[in-house]
């Protein structure tokens, strides 16, 4: 029995120095398991406990999360209120799939590693939550790219000693010649605890702690060597464990809604700033004057942006400004709906690009569009696609990659400028780091669409989880974020008709269909650019070329960790940020530019 505590205490004492309480977890279930009968533990399931509250909440008030696209396939929508799921019945799968990383690699981490397709630390200690990742998406690539060096050893330390001396205290105060030192196991307990509920750091600790440690252990070791009955230490042990399981679910399903919640909510400060504008707007808007003639003029450059996002649509317009080597022919078109139509308006009329103009349309207003508009404003839909490697290989070694395409609003766009021939369509999620004038005298034989392709993910691939659907076996799909598209030969092809009617027939997939109606649609009439235009990733891969980043003409932040965002990557975002206007009063006051 003795060696049975030294092994908890041990586990515990190395395994809180990991900061990491769901890996004490696992190994003390194996430690229990091991050493008490090789008994497996039988947990209870308490009903109407915190872990069942944080699962209620999530699918009731949560923002949406991916689900898993039959067997390997993930996708997952950005900027879409429903969730995406296009998976067979039977295939079907709850919870939140892999987290992406470098394309055509197994899922690594800084501090992680595969074997036997189990989760490693570097340090070779199981990773008790090898498949967080399954479970809990990219939160974990998160967590793991931001762990802090665990400090407080004291106080983790008098935790561990406090959880010893509970599992053997109610043993040995049931043996009366042990009655002196069943008193002192309580007044150190009692001790201990009362400490640690006023002291959460070292720096809150007495200065007398060393010695009640000290104590502590002394008392714990006196304990070990009286001879107990294994069945109440066991008993003991469970209760301990449980508690401690459910209180690690409990916080791991909270910070994983909460990481999720995080990145699918505007920020305070952007929130701040479009209040602030669309005030500012009713307040004067004397100098709001439209330059109409340039704005269907079929001769100049046009550029399209669908966005909510004042900051993010701006920092897309100035980049490409910035880089340009000749403005006066370039026009942007900023589409976005009726709650941000009044901001984009103001902050475009009270900043300047160069020689460049800016127009500032309302999707949702039926007066302006009539036909051509939407209940509401859809932007690029994302979607997150795993699959193996090879058919051996185990699901946590899956290939990912961000597909973003096109949603309902681009298929309005021969509608809503019926006097362009071509225009180029940029995300808000990108930035522009050379000049594009180039795309303007691209030759696309005929193609509606230039767009870069990710031959990483085929068609027949995507075939075989959509539906047996006329993919041609060998082609590559294609992303949004930078797309020329020649309108002529889209009025010509009838493309959005086509698109609709496809949408209506997969209605059975709900927000699924969007992938595969465009998919379908645009079979054929993609135009494949040169992939030295875009690099994409920088919303979701650690592990992108510094170098290639510098090269790259476009930087597509794909992915959920937005520049905009405190979660995004931070060593991406500077190359986003120095397009903001860090002067600008009501940035300054919003605090946008921290």
Known sequence: MNQISDAAHSYMLFYRKQNNSSMLIYHFSFYLVSFVGHMPLQRPSPSGDRSSHIDNLVRKLGPTLPKDVLKGFVNEAKN???????????QQKKGIPIPPQVVMQPFTSKNISRINGKAKMKSDVDESEGFCDLKYGSYCIWREENREEMHDSMVKKLKDQLFVARAYFPSIVKIPAQSKLSGELKQNIQEVECVLSESTTDADLPPEIQKKSRRMEAVIARAKSVSLDCNNIDKKLRQIFDLTED???????????????????????????????????????LFDKELSEKYSDPTLQHYVIFSNNVIASSVVINSTVVHAIDTVNQV?????????????????????????VVQVLNIEDPDSYGKATLSHLTLPVEFRVSFPSNDSAPAINNRTQYVSIFS???????????????????????????????????????????????????????????????????????????????????????????????????????????????????????????????????????????????????????????????????????????????????????????
């Open 332 to 356: 942007f078109h900023v589409l976005t709906d009726w709650q941000n139509y009044y901001a984009m308006k103001h902050w475009f009329l009270r900043n300047t690009f160069r020689d460049a």
């Open 80 to 90: 879409e209120t429903g969730s995406i799921n296009a998976t067979p019945k039977t």
């Open 247 to 285: 209180e690690a679910n409990f916080h791991m399903k909270q910070s994983a809604f909460l990481y999720q919640l995080a990145v699918q909510t505007m920020p305070k400060s952007l929130h701040c700033l479009s209040m602030r504008l669309t005030v500012e707007y009713f307040r004067d808007h």
């Open 408 to 594: 309902h609003s681009h298929y309005l766009l021969p509608e809503i400028f019926k006097n362009l021939e071509k225009v180029v369509v940029l995300d808000d999620d990108v930035v522009v780091q050379q000049d594009l004038s180039a795309l303007w005298s691209l030759n696309m034989g005929g193609k509606v669409t230039g767009a870069i392709e990710i031959c990483s993910v085929k068609m027949d691939q995507l075939r075989s989880y959509l539906g047996d659907h006329s993919f041609q076996k060998h082609s590559c799909s294609w992303m949004s974020g930078l797309n020329v598209i020649d309108l002529a030969r889209w009025r010509d092809l009838d493309i959005s008709e086509t698109y609709w009617k496809l949408v209506k027939e997969q209605v059975s997939m709900k927000e699924g269909s969007a992938l595969l109606a465009t998919l379908l649609t645009f079979q054929d009439q993609i135009y494949a650019l040169d992939r030295v235009w875009v690099l994409s990733g920088l919303g979701h891969d650690y592990g992108l070329d510094i170098e290639g980043i510098k090269k790259a003409a476009v930087l597509h932040y794909n992915g959920n960790k937005k520049p905009w965002l405190d979660l995004g990557i931070p060593k991406y975002k500077e190359y986003w940020k120095k397009f903001l206007n860090h002067e600008d009063q009501y940035l300054s006051e919003c605090n946008v530019n921290r």
